[in-house]
């Protein structure tokens, strides 16, 4: 782990990381979600801190990892717009120097809920004893797009993970997330990259990390010569 460095005095220092699962409700008692357990944002979220580095770490309510064992502050999101409104919410949005957005967001919401007949459903909680429903999915609201925006002075890193194709594909989709939004890099994973993480920059270079412990490694020195260079 990196040395500390709690003799930071840079106003742009604070570190921001989103992790963990998101929800798309389908009635008020059912949700759409995924396998996202909040284990790798806490990682990097400790790292950070024990390197001196404020961190704010906005967690989704169903991550099931322990939270942070270091003094990070921690909000808590629900739905994708859920977590746009507390990153909206957070102040001095200037001092921020970096985002890494590692949220396992929902890539569809429901839009509609229809029995077999056609009908739709509106209920609180859509009964069981009426047969099967059909759910109508639209795309949910991307959140990386607007973190440059909310953001404008940090450095913005997001995540890919890719299960399908190989790994030419995996840092392919890397390179084009970066493009797409302008951001300072991308962090790729999943089967289709393999085992470990690719840390992938605008030019298209990339430095593998064999395993998490390496990624927040990496990361954090990574974040710390930034600093240094801006003193």
């Not at 169903?62 to 909206?88: C, D, R």
């Not at 940090?154 to 493009?179: H, S």
């Not at 298209?204 to 390496?214: C, E, T």
Request: aromatic fraction near 8%; hydrophobic fraction near 40%.
């Amino acid at each position: 782990m990196a040395a500390c460095m709690s003799g930071f005095h840079n106003s742009m220092n604070r570190v921001i990381i989103t992790h963990g699962p998101g929800f798309e409700p389908i009635d008020e008692a059912r949700r759409i979600t995924n396998f996202s357990t909040g284990h790798l944002g806490t990682k990097l979220a400790e790292s950070f801190a024990s390197s001196g580095f404020p961190v704010i770490a906005l967690r989704g309510v169903l991550a099931t990892y322990p939270m942070a064992s270091y003094p990070v502050e921690t909000i808590p999101f629900t739905t994708n717009g859920n977590l746009i409104q507390k990153l909206k919410e957070i102040g001095d949005p200037d001092a921020v120097g970096w985002v890494f957005h590692l949220a396992a967001l929902c890539d569809f919401a429901v839009s509609q809920i229809l029995d077999d007949a056609g009908n739709l459903l509106n209920q609180a909680k859509i009964p069981t004893r009426n047969g099967g429903i059909t759910l109508r999915l639209e795309p949910s609201i991307k959140v990386l797009p607007h973190l440059p925006h909310m953001f404008p002075k940090a450095q913005v890193v997001g995540w890919k993970y890719e299960l399908n194709g190989a790994k030419a594909d995996a840092l392919q989709a890397a390179r084009q997330q970066i493009q797409g939004i302008q951001s300072a890099a991308c962090v790729v994973n999943g089967s289709a990259y393999g085992p470990g993480f690719g840390f992938v920059l605008p030019d298209g270079n990339y430095q593998h990390l064999p395993d998490a412990d390496a990624l927040a490694d990496w990361l954090v020195s990574w974040c710390t010569k930034h600093h240094n260079n801006l003193n």
